[in-house]
């Protein structure tokens, strides 16, 4: 069961990281080509908006990295270690992850809440909400990560490529 939820996980979030990423292309250009061809009609905001979609794929694409067996490997530093060393290397490692991603997580819900407090707002003409807009998603990013990492715990995964694929 918790297989399948991360296989549909999985593919929600790799299409969004690339609906994301189209956005910000077609953001970026656009706002670029309106300068161009129509200076009259050029906004100051396009460069700001395709940021924003990139931030969100980037802190998105942590637990993506995970499911895939691609984040944070280790597997140069401990290659060379007896099956019992490498598993408690492995070990520590996703507990010291695990910890970082937590913290990170409950530090960017603050800093999304201090900015939501301080209604913190962009210097474009759109006057995005920065809270929303930025500091957002970082608690999300790494919550998402956090419950990546659990799960892939409770299925006897890890984050990286040989744990996730059944090595030692």
Known sequence: MIDRILT????????LIGLLVLCALATFM???????????????WAEEVALYFIIWATALAGSTLAAEGRH??????????????RHAVRLVTGTLTLAFCSAIAWYGWEAFQFSLML?????????????????LALPV????????????????????????????
Do not use: C, Y
């Open 8 to 15: 549909i996980w999985s593919r929600i979030e790799t299409a």
């Open 141 to 168: 990013g790494m919550g998402l990560l956090v419950l990546r990492i659990v799960l892939l715990a409770l299925t006897g995964r890890g984050i990286t490529g040989s744990e996730s694929q059944g090595g030692n």
């Open 119 to 135: 209604d913190d707002r962009s210097g474009s003409s759109l006057r995005v909400p920065q809270a929303w807009a930025l500091f």
């Open 30 to 44: 656009g706002g670029a080509a309106v300068r161009v061809l129509a200076p009259q009609h050029a906004v100051d």
């Open 72 to 85: 944070i490997n280790t597997e140069i530093a401990v290659a060379g270690l007896r099956p019992g060393a």
